[in-house]
């Protein structure tokens, strides 16, 4: 009996050990704040569930029913008290670094009607701009380098879920809103959005701490038009045959990616699946290499990344598993001689599997890594004896992220023992092998589209040397803003050559005069607008509000 019982304890001592080296720290990244489509995405874990499907599992979102509120508008997160929330929740989670943002949508849907004309459609964007901008200076006042990623949202689909076959009419829930808008076609009401969206890019584009993906066709993008649309114009269309950022705006998004209420469909939040499609273009856009640690390094995209098979089968496609008998291993090549001269305290590689043929042979403890400085065989490129050579050192990593269907990634921390041999000297070579593997093989996407292709991401131990940091550039002061008429610029030591005044949609609406500081804006219509200053030294643009 005592014979049993430590060999229980031995085998308990040694599987935790083995365990503690894989265990993930979970790290809150993101604060989602928002309106109704942040609402869902708290509640269905939208944003942990598809971080792990793009291979970083480690990293978490937070919220509360006081920042994710169905039904928000943006002056509701000028608030004090929303706004003591947003500061509280970045002063307790020191690790978040992206305030994930959803407003805006129901100030257009609450204000706009389709008899406004262009002018007071132009007055109600620019006041719903105003206050988008505030609560994002808010955010960025409460946490130096904070990043915001405003959302966004894709086109509504009012018009077929109301009136179109199978409709509610009337009873619908949703019909005093389209009712209050006038009853807009998908046209109409796309086109304001798309003229936002339009605005949005622009603004995201003055500022590098905010970030916006444009994606208002996504859905249709996605899942296409079948069965054919039951209001005008009809037809249908197949997936993938739009384009992308705006699909087509005579369309509304598919009823099917609309939230399903079993007795009826939404016309304005999304599937559980349709929200995590738009956090996974967001994360395609942004998230997965904003993630990544000091450098990252996409494989090579050349004869030096493929597989190689156990029989000598080379291949620029990337095989890992078995077929017919005859095991592949994955060869992956990487221009590590951008890294700088320091040690490493974690390498990870980053894969995206595109087929599963068969069983997956990829588990937990069926994966072994083998690394070169320099290249396995005789030449860089990938050949047979690259699946028998040692290399430098192996190891088997750890194995995160998602594994259960095609477009998921598989992050593998590399262990300790293959760190020291990643350098600058050389690029590195890879051979991720799954000895023992039968009935099944997975095949990775390559490196023909870079926000696809396989990563390799490294984090560095110590202050590299030679590395410094970057001077900020210098931003002109600027007084009153919001302002009536004139505007002061304080330029310090500068000499202004050239400034111009453009509106969201980046047409210039004044140029004054370079030589004076103080510029008239009585004769712009209420809104915000670009103000830009050329120097000696570069350029600089900030926005100004037009009361």
């Not at 009853?183 to 500022?207: C, E, G, K, V, W």
């Not at 993938?240 to 009823?255: A, C, E, Q, R």
């Not at 890992?320 to 974690?346: C, I, Y």
Request: aromatic share 10%.
């Amino acid at each position: 009996m005592n014979r049993i019982i430590l060999l229980l304890l031995t085998l308990s001592l040694s599987f935790g050990k083995a365990f503690s080296q894989c265990t993930e720290i979970n790290e809150p990244k993101v604060l989602l704040v928002g309106d109704s489509w942040a609402f869902f995405m708290n509640t269905e874990s939208t944003i942990n569930s598809v971080f792990k499907t793009w291979g970083h599992s480690n990293y978490k979102f937070i919220s509360n029913a006081t920042l994710s509120v169905n039904g928000a508008q943006t002056d509701d997160f000028q608030q004090p008290g929303t706004q003591a929330e947003i500061l509280n929740q970045l002063t307790l989670n020191p690790t978040i670094e992206v305030v994930h943002l959803s407003i805006g949508g129901n100030d257009f849907l609450g204000d706009w009607k389709v008899s406004n004309t262009q002018a007071e459609t132009d007055t109600l964007i620019a006041h719903v701009f105003v206050r988008l901008d505030s609560v994002i200076r808010f955010i960025k006042s409460c946490k130096p380098g904070i990043k915001v990623l405003w959302s966004g949202y894709v086109y509504t689909n009012f018009q077929e879920v109301i009136s179109g076959a199978g409709g509610l009419g009337s009873t619908h829930p949703f019909y005093g809103t389209w009712q209050g808008m006038e009853f807009p076609t998908a046209l109409q009401i796309n086109t304001l959005q798309n003229d936002q969206s339009a605005r949005m890019n622009i603004y995201a584009a003055a500022d590098p701490q905010v970030e916006y993906f444009e994606a208002t066709g996504l859905m249709q993008y996605l899942y296409g038009q079948n069965p054919a649309l039951s209001v005008p114009p009809g037809g249908t269309y197949p997936p993938y045959s739009v384009t992308m950022p705006l699909g087509d705006p005579n369309y509304p998004s598919p009823k099917s990616t609309m939230r399903d209420y079993i007795f009826t469909k939404d016309c304005y939040h999304l599937s559980t699946q349709g929200y995590k499609d738009l956090i996974g273009y967001n994360t395609q856009k942004f998230y997965h290499k904003y993630f990544m640690d000091d450098l990252y390094l996409l494989a090579e995209n050349s004869a030096q990344t493929g597989s190689v098979s156990m029989n000598g089968v080379v291949t620029d496609t990337l095989f890992l598993g078995e077929t017919a008998g005859d095991q592949f291993s994955t060869v992956l090549s990487f221009n590590t001689t951008s890294m700088a001269d320091t040690t490493l305290k974690k390498a990870s590689i980053f894969l995206r599997r595109k087929e599963l043929t068969g069983t997956n042979p990829i588990t937990g403890s069926s994966i072994v890594v083998k690394m070169k400085s320099g290249n396995f065989g005789a030449t860089v490129n990938v050949e047979a004896a690259d699946y028998t050579d040692a290399g430098d050192a192996s190891g088997a990593p750890c194995l995160f992220g998602s594994n259960t269907a095609n477009g998921d990634w598989i992050r593998l921390d590399l262990p300790v023992s293959i760190l020291s041999h990643i350098n600058h000297n050389a690029a590195t070579q890879f051979v991720i092998s799954t000895p023992g593997a039968s009935n099944g093989r997975v095949r990775f996407y390559d490196s023909t589209d870079p926000e696809l292709a396989p990563v390799l991401n490294l984090a560095y131990g110590e202050t590299p040397s030679g590395i410094t940091e970057a001077a900020s550039n210098k931003e002109f002061y600027i007084y009153p803003n919001p302002t009536s008429g004139l505007l002061t610029i304080e330029k310090g030591t500068e000499t202004i050559t050239h400034l111009e005044i453009c509106n969201l949609l980046g047409e210039v609406v004044l140029v004054p005069n370079a030589q004076q500081h103080t510029i008239n804006l009585s004769t712009l219509a209420t809104g915000m607008y670009m103000l830009n200053i050329t120097t000696k030294n570069g350029k600089s643009s900030q926005r100004v509000f037009k009361d």
